[in-house]
């Protein structure tokens, strides 16, 4: 699928939940691969800072993201449109900290968005894939989260599931591309209970909390003195409580309308990652200190196997490519220097060695006695023997030319190799091999783990004697 921006420019103005401010917003339509990145406008320079994991500042009663002296919260309901209309890159105009509140759900986003329109772009989406089934619980919170592989992106799914010891109880919300975000997702509103106002009031914190902009839920055991005060801080009657146990008056969008909001925060806070997921994810008592935590895991998860997509497979009774004696008929090295057990892959840009890890390698006798570790030079030789086959495929009579280094660069050494190690060594063509020269990507995997990588430059050239025998 392709990215999303808007088709044109569209302004939202409303008051800060948390600040009690005033503030404007412009979504302006963006470059392809931009991402989602907010502009505040009101400070000098009108300094940028992306909508990214990365910059997560603080996860109490919203999510807010700051980069050096630049502050952007709240903005967990309006990401959680973009992710919900598909909007992959917007910038975001704002002249204060903080994402108005407007009625405390998304919905006013999504109206505006949907108005504005939506472009597809030429670029393609790219969406964030574990091939495994991981769960991930937040010590912090106590949140837990499990994500499990689909085959479609279409199979996606993300779960809600809330417990309260309250009238709220426990609730379910599902989100999948049978449900619409517009009408079943977006106009679930933010909530809070009634014994948690005092705390967040003498913090300060809610400074823009109304009652049109936050479902307040009561509790039979809380006192009716507390229930005075807050509703005359809240501009409400005190009786004024349903048979649902809201505080102020209103009426539930949904029967399960807490578990949609939390549903809807969910989906906003692991937009931060920056590409929405493929996969189905099952969250228990989620919210935004478990959501980031739970981001910034899977982050860390998708890089590690993003690096390994490119691992070959290695079946050991597969029929290798070259043999120990086929490799000895294109390279010089003998023992103990010969550094490639077999290649199990080839083509015109790349090649592919297996190197079997022994306790009886000579080097083990000083690298280290009573603690064998491959030495990190010694990879890069195998890696060398490697590539050194691929370049002399080039050639006719491989066994007239010699390969020698010329440099390596940004080597990265990760891991240990000790004994019982199977090594895969990889090496990938940087560009076409020109007068003898060639670059390449080396990488060195063992089990599910990049031990070691690096840019290596080698240089074929006949042998002395083969020179002096085409002169003579």
Not at 432 to 451: A, E, H, L, W
Request: aromatic share 8%.
């Amino acid at each position: 699928m392709n990215q999303q921006t808007i088709s044109q420019k569209f302004e939202l103005e409303g008051i800060g939940l948390h600040t009690g401010s005033m503030v404007k917003m412009t979504c302006i339509p963006a470059e392809a691969n931009s991402g989602i990145n907010f502009k505040r406008i009101d400070l000098e320079g009108q300094p940028q800072i992306a909508a990214a994991i990365t910059f997560v500042d603080s996860t109490f009663r919203s999510t807010c993201l700051k980069k050096q002296d630049v502050m952007v919260s709240t903005t967990e309901h309006l990401l959680s449109a973009l992710c919900g209309l598909g909007i992959d890159n917007l910038t975001i105009e704002i002249d204060g900290p903080e994402v108005p509140i407007l009625n405390g759900s998304a919905e006013p986003f999504v109206t505006a968005i949907s108005k504005a329109g939506i472009t597809t772009q030429e670029a393609t989406r790219e969406y964030l894939e574990l091939d495994e089934t991981i769960e991930f619980t937040d010590p912090t919170s106590g949140a837990h989260y499990l994500y499990l592989p689909t085959e479609t992106v279409e199979e996606s799914e993300i779960t809600s599931i809330i417990e309260y010891n309250s009238k709220v109880g426990r609730q379910v919300a599902v989100y999948n591309n049978t449900v619409s975000y517009h009408e079943e997702i977006a106009p679930s509103r933010t909530f809070v209970f009634v014994n948690e106002l005092e705390e967040l009031h003498r913090k300060g914190v809610i400074k823009g909390g109304r009652v049109d902009n936050a479902i307040v839920f009561s509790h039979k055991d809380f006192p009716q003195s507390k229930v005075k005060e807050l509703a005359a801080h809240f501009n409400v009657d005190e009786n004024i409580i349903v048979d649902n146990g809201i505080l102020n008056g209103l009426t539930l969008n949904y029967p399960n309308e807490p578990a949609r909001h939390k549903l809807l925060d969910l989906i906003g806070d692991l937009y931060l990652l920056r590409m929405p997921i493929k996969g189905k994810i099952i969250a228990k008592r989620p919210g935004h200190t478990g959501n980031v935590a739970f981001a910034k895991f899977l982050k860390t998860e998708y890089q590690k196997r993003k690096k390994l997509r490119g691992k070959p497979l290695y079946n050991p009774a597969d029929e290798p490519y070259l043999d120990i004696e086929g490799i000895k008929s294109y390279i010089p090295h003998r023992y103990p220097f010969l550094l490639v057990d077999k290649i199990i892959e080839k083509s015109d840009t790349h090649v592919v060695g297996i190197k079997n890890v022994t306790a009886n390698e000579e080097f083990f006798m000083g690298h280290f006695p009573d603690n064998p570790v491959f030495p990190g030079v010694l990879q890069m030789e195998a890696l060398a023997q490697t590539g050194g086959i691929l370049a002399l495929t080039s050639v006719e009579n491989p066994s007239d030319w010699n390969t020698y280094f010329l440099k390596m660069d940004n080597v990265k050494f990760k891991k240990l190799v000790k004994p019982g190690d199977t090594m895969i060594l990889k090496m990938e063509l940087m560009g076409p091999i020109r007068r003898g020269i060639f670059q390449m990507q080396g990488t060195v995997y063992v089990g599910n783990s990049i031990v070691s990588e690096g840019e290596l430059t080698a240089q074929i050239s006949k042998k002395a004697s083969v020179v002096a025998k085409d002169k003579a």
